[in-house]
């Protein structure tokens, strides 16, 4: 059973940082693509970042250079470290892996002020 649970959200002021992190369960993690997405209030559900089964990290336009998405095969774990942040970058971000279905964790909550 396939189960992700995010961590990390917080509040922050524009231009802070904050780390992401997704505790990973059911799922061969190690060969596995993994993604973050996120969803502001009010709008569909984004694709952010992900890590390709051989640990190429690839980015929405919005995030690059500010964004940085790693995992530690060892603990299980994704993260994504987020510098630079923008009142846009509000929203709940999930974990997400495809394992014959999308699978996603409950969300943690990411709230910008500017």
């Known amino acids: 059973q396939v189960q992700l649970v995010e961590s990390g959200g917080g509040f922050v002021q524009t231009g802070g940082s904050l780390r992401l992190a997704c505790s990973a369960s059911?799922?061969?993690?190690?060969?596995?693509?993994m993604a973050w997405f996120r969803q502001a209030p009010g709008k569909q559900r984004e694709w952010v970042a992900r890590?390709?089964?051989?640990?190429?990290?690839i980015y929405d336009s919005s995030v690059t250079g500010r964004f940085t998405i790693f995992r530690d095969k060892a603990k299980r774990m994704l993260y994504l470290h987020m510098k630079d942040l923008l009142p846009e970058d509000t929203g709940v971000y999930y974990c997400?892996?495809?394992?014959?279905?999308?699978?996603w964790g409950q969300g943690t909550q990411v709230t910008v002020s500017s």
């Open positions: 059911g799922v061969d993690f190690n060969i596995k693509s």
């Open positions: 890590i390709t089964n051989n640990d190429t990290p």
């Open positions: 997400n892996v495809n394992e014959s279905r999308n699978y």
